[in-house]
């Protein structure tokens, strides 16, 4: 293996590649009255929107919502509409998510995070790195966050 050749060939994937790792953790997703929001896991933290809580504050998480399944309306009418071509409509799938997520505030009360995801490869991406950034699989309760003692402005918002 020729050395010379192949180190610009790594060098050229590196930079290929480094700029994803830049965009993980940030995912778009709809707050509050159906609007569009960011939700991003950085490290020791998450951010919904414009909110920031550490992920050790983090009690508990849920996922609920019907889901990906076809969508049966849109495959038969395009299959009315455009004959045997449309049967490629049933393919298409919908997808819709909704997370909870339940942290201590600073001042030891319960709160929540929720928030939807109409993408289902950014709800299943979230889904895993919730959990391995908060330790908790869905549905288990974290009990010594209550313990977690912080301050907001230890866990400034980013700009």
């Known amino acids: ?20 790792a830049v965009h993980a953790g940030s995912y778009e997703a709809r707050c ?6 960011v939700v991003k896991i950085l490290g020791d933290r998450l951010i919904v929107d414009s ?46 998510s909704t997370f909870s997520i339940a942290y201590y505030t600073p001042e030891g009360e319960i709160d929540e995070l929720a928030f939807a995801f109409d993408n289902g490869d950014a709800s299943r991406f979230f889904e ?4 391995a950034a908060t330790g908790l699989p869905l549905g288990k309760v974290k009990r010594e966050a209550k313990r977690f003692q912080w301050k907001e402005s230890d866990y400034p918002a980013p700009r």
């Open 32 to 37: 509050a009255s159906k609007r569009v929001c």
């Open 128 to 131: 895993t790195e919730i959990q």
């Open 1 to 20: 293996m020729n050395f010379h050749r192949t180190l610009p060939l790594l060098v050229s994937a590196q930079l290929l590649f480094a700029p994803l």
């Open 51 to 96: 909110k920031t809580v550490p992920v050790d504050a983090v009690t508990s998480w849920a996922k609920g919502g019907p889901g990906s399944q076809s969508n049966a309306a849109l495959g038969a009418g395009a299959t009315l509409l455009f004959g045997a071509p449309g049967l490629l409509a049933f393919g298409l799938r919908s997808f819709k």
